[in-house]
């Protein structure tokens, strides 16, 4: 099992930039792939940005060039740095981690409002 934890959601400006952290903990070695999805109301979550083990990073079309992610291994935490937010990109963010065989594990989710 393990357990996800994302923290840093909150109010941000048009134009601003943000940061989102995803913890995980359990059997971390396990883990695959860590990432970050976003939820707007009324639809179905979409790819932000995910990144495996072995570095490979993917970026959803809407955040390419604003958005980076990275991880810090000895902590079992991804980064997910967002600048040139738009109100656009209010949503509710969710981390997702996916083990070596397959399994699924969800955060919380955390809320990022880009408003004036």
């Known amino acids: 099992q393990v357990q996800v934890a994302e923290s840093g959601g909150g109010l941000v400006q048009p134009g601003g930039s943000h940061v989102l952290s995803c913890t995980a903990s359990?059997?971390?070695?396990?883990?695959?792939?860590m990432g970050w999805y976003r939820q707007f109301p009324g639809k179905q979550r979409e790819l932000v940005a995910t990144?495996?083990?072995?570095?490979?990073?993917k970026y959803g079309d809407s955040v390419k060039g604003r958005f980076t992610i990275s991880r810090d291994t000895t902590k079992n935490t991804v980064y997910l740095q967002m600048n040139s937010l738009t109100r656009e990109d209010t949503a509710d963010y969710y981390c997702?981690?996916?083990?070596?065989?397959?399994?699924?594990?969800w955060g919380q989710g955390t809320q990022v409002t880009v408003s004036s």
């Open positions: 990144m495996t083990r072995d570095d490979i990073k």
């Open positions: 359990g059997v971390v070695s396990s883990i695959n792939i």
């Open positions: 997702k981690v996916v083990t070596l065989i397959l399994e699924n594990f």
